[in-house]
């Protein structure tokens, strides 16, 4: 998951790095997790996260998660089988979809995927959105709701692919609830060929992110 950075750090502005993705608090839970065993009993791709005490982190995140209430989805139209979901419709819906298909074949192949059959995106406005004992998220990824939702930065300027996506998809296809693999490393340099510097890439995005190549994506690693 990523937690959603103080409004008073703020969403990086162009050229300036956001501040690091706001840290855990003391005392405070990590997020939605993902284990081998969970995903055994979820039937979803298990490629990683065998271990006993991700188990056992799992087995309490597990246990977390039925405090979260459920949320009916709302697919506004689906992509590589997954349901996407935009909490408040782009002005373009059509377009938005071809935006989001290439953006999911850029995306994928980062962590070896090439579907999310079974679960949900949601791209939503605002970080109110519960991730176990977290009131706000940026990213958080619920393997009981089968459902990866991510912000929206509220600077994007219709940019919804400078979400963090991405590193949903790792804690995905990972299971590494704390940063761990050396994969990792890789996402936060993947923000400007994954969102604006790429032949065709939106004009939002072009307009908004070019030139900023760090500081937007940054993960905490082996951290929570
Ligand atoms: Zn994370």
Redesign the pocket.
């Known amino acids: 998951?990523?937690r959603a950075p103080g409004r008073a750090g703020g969403e990086a502005s162009r050229g300036v790095a956001r501040r690091a993705t706001a840290r855990l608090l003391p005392g405070r839970p990590p997020g939605r997790l993902r284990t081998g065993r969970r995903d055994a009993a979820l039937g979803v791709d298990a490629r990683a996260g065998r271990n006993a005490d991700r188990a056992r982190v799992a087995g309490a995140a597990a246990a977390l998660a039925l405090l979260a209430a459920c949320q009916p989805w709302h697919c506004d139209f689906e992509s590589h089988g997954a349901c996407i979901e935009f909490t408040t419709n782009p002005p373009d819906l059509a377009a938005a979809q071809v935006r989001v298909d290439a953006l999911l074949e850029r995306e994928l192949p980062f962590w070896g995927l090439s579907h999310l059959s079974g679960w949900r995106i949601q791209f939503r406005d605002g970080a109110n959105y519960p991730c176990y004992f977290a009131s706000e998220s940026a990213?958080c990824t619920d393997y009981i709701e089968h459902t990866m939702s991510v912000e929206i930065p509220p600077t994007s300027n219709g940019c919804f692919e400078a979400s963090e996506l991405l590193?949903e998809l790792g804690?995905y296809a990972l299971g590494d609830p704390m940063?761990s693999n050396g994969l990792w490393h890789g996402v936060e340099p993947a923000f400007a060929p994954m969102v604006w510097e790429y032949a065709g890439a939106p004009a939002e995005c072009v307009a908004r992110y070019k030139g900023i190549t760090s500081g937007m994506w940054v993960v905490n690693f082996n951290s929570f």
């Open positions: 998951m990523r990213g590193h804690h940063h």
